[in-house]
């Protein structure tokens, strides 16, 4: 069966200082991994996805992700933090490609202190 | 391009009383999937339909709830009679087919926040 940890209910971070969301998956084949975010009274926004390839994914709003296989991690990294990013993040895997449903993370929620 | 859009955004309900949840899709999408996320904790995935059947609805709690698809568009999620655990967010996302070779993400709605008193 499919999982994500997501070991940290909430991260502080200061603004300009580099941040991670740390998230590790387990999957039974090779994993196809998505990082989303919920900014207050919006749905889930698409921030990045690996599917294979290079390990550092870039995504949107400056956002990365490191694909690390033996460590089954795949953090979330900005290295500048705004305080536009304080928001919910979750990490989301599924062990096959194409539409077969995601297994979330319980979220992370990020703060960026000015 | 209109995004996914789900309504009511808020719903109060008393035990015992139904309520009916609507999700509109992105136009064309054949994939459309419910999850729902009780506070704090993982979301979890309910259902899938790809067009109008019912491709995968091993995440439905119990037979008080039912999704509907007519004609492949908007999807409905009702859930009759409620109970107290069924307090949560619900989340809608939708997705292309995958005939064009390569994995595509899902797009979420805002949810509807569910509340049974």
């Known amino acids: 069966a499919q999982s994500v940890a997501q070991p940290e209910d909430q991260v502080n971070v200061a603004e300009g200082n580099p941040l991670t969301v740390k998230c590790t998956y387990s999957v039974s084949g090779n994993p196809y991994l998505f990082w989303y975010v919920q900014y207050p009274n919006r749905g889930l926004q698409f921030l990045l996805k690996y599917i294979t390839g290079d390990n550092l994914v870039k995504g949107s709003y400056g956002f990365e992700a490191e694909f690390n296989k033996s460590q089954t991690s795949f953090h979330l990294k900005k290295p500048s933090a705004l305080v536009s990013d304080s928001a919910l993040y979750f990490c989301a895997v599924r062990d096959s490609p194409g539409n077969t449903p995601l297994v979330f993370g319980k979220g992370t929620r990020l703060s960026v202190i000015a | 391009e209109a995004g996914v859009t789900q309504f009511p955004s808020h719903s109060v309900i008393e035990k015992g009383q139904t309520v009916t949840l609507r999700c509109d899709p992105i136009?064309?999408?054949?994939?459309l999937y419910w999850y729902r996320r009780v506070m704090g904790k993982e979301i979890k995935f309910l259902l899938h339909?790809?067009?109008?059947?019912?491709?995968?609805e091993s995440g439905m709690p119990n037979n008080r709830f039912l999704a509907e698809r007519t004609g492949g568009t908007y999807s409905t999620l009702k859930v009759q009679p409620a109970e107290l655990e069924d307090s949560g967010v619900y989340f809608c996302a939708s997705s292309q087919g995958r005939d064009r070779g390569y994995e595509t993400e899902a797009f979420f709605g805002q949810g509807t926040r569910l509340t049974v008193v």
């Open positions: 136009s064309g999408h054949d994939n």
């Open positions: 339909f790809v067009k109008e059947s019912k491709q995968d």
